[in-house]
């Protein structure tokens, strides 16, 4: 009788997390992932279809949550507003910084790159758009280049506080 196991979905995912964290993207294999979760591993592509699956995942699970902590944002202070979106992706980014600086991983994510950035940019760009609407520039370039702005920066380790230096001016 074949065993059941519950959550087994999210066991893989965190099974997946640690193994990259601690031996990195290479090292990491659907057969190292299913070792680790005590179960063969055709029940891990039950799940997945691959190991790049497998981890956007994660990292979409991830990023949605901080989507969630960036739409938490109910004032019209246009400062404190950014301040939360930047510190929301900062997280992100800090909790995914094993991966993001892996090199292999980026090799294996390159042709995709693009296609999610702009996918994250745009979701940044619509939780900014009321308050950019809200300050009298309803021009979704506006949002578009505020998002773009605020995730490159952030991903460089630019402050928040260099950051807003910058984006202040649009609210002028």
């Known amino acids: 009788m074949p065993k059941i196991i519950e959550n087994l979905r999210e066991k893989l995912l965190e099974e997946a997390k640690k193994q990259i964290k601690e031996n990195g993207y290479a090292k990491t294999t659907i057969r190292s992932i299913a070792k680790g979760c005590d179960v063969g591993t055709g029940t891990v592509y039950n799940y997945f279809p691959s190991k790049d699956m497998l981890i956007a995942s994660f990292m979409s699970g991830d990023w949605k949550k901080c989507v969630e ?3 938490a944002s109910e004032t019209d202070d246009p400062k404190a507003m950014l301040r939360l ?3 929301s992706l900062e997280s992100f980014i800090e909790n995914h910084d094993y991966l993001l600086s892996d090199k292999d991983a980026g090799t294996s994510f390159s042709s995709a790159y693009s296609t999610y950035h702009g ?3 745009k979701q940044v760009a619509q939780i900014i758009m009321p308050m950019c609407e809200k300050n009298g520039r309803p021009d979704p ?8 702005s605020i995730l ?3 991903v460089n380790g630019k402050s928040f506080e260099e950051q807003y230096e910058v984006l202040k001016l649009l609210f002028d």
């Open 141 to 148: 370039f506006v949002s578009e280049f505020i998002a773009e």
């Open 85 to 87: 979106v930047c510190e």
């Open 152 to 154: 490159i920066w952030t």
């Open 119 to 121: 996918h994250m940019r």
């Open 69 to 71: 902590n960036m739409k």
